[in-house]
């Protein structure tokens, strides 16, 4: 069973003790969310890198040269 650790800053007391349903449930559902989130991210910065690409090529096709594009892009 999963447990969390209780710490009493006056004394310096040290508590383990076992979650309880609710809380297993909520560690799950987050952990759940944060997943979610973290693909979510991925997925944006991929979408960006690949558009940034797609900018720099369309760019570099209208004759701008390597310096004046990154001077765009920067």
Same mark, same amino acid.
């Given at each position: 069973?999963? %447990?969390? &650790?209780?710490?009493?800053?006056? @004394?310096?007391?040290? %508590?383990?003790?076992?979650? @309880?349903?609710?809380?297993?449930a909520?560690r799950?559902?987050?952990?759940? *969310?944060? !997943? ?6 991925? !997925? #944006?910065? *991929?979408?960006? *890198? @690949? ?7 369309? &760019?570099?096709? &209208? ?8 001077? #765009?892009?920067?």
């Open positions: 069973m999963p %447990t969390k &650790l209780i710490i009493n800053c006056e @004394t310096g007391e040290q %508590t383990e003790v076992e979650l @309880t349903a609710d809380e297993i909520q799950e559902a987050d952990a759940i *969310a944060y !997943e979610k989130q973290r693909l979510a991210d991925e !997925e #944006l910065a *991929a979408e960006k *890198a @690949t558009n940034r690409q797609s900018a720099i090529a369309k &760019l570099s096709g &209208l004759g701008l040269s390597a310096d004046e594009v990154a001077a #765009l892009l920067n």
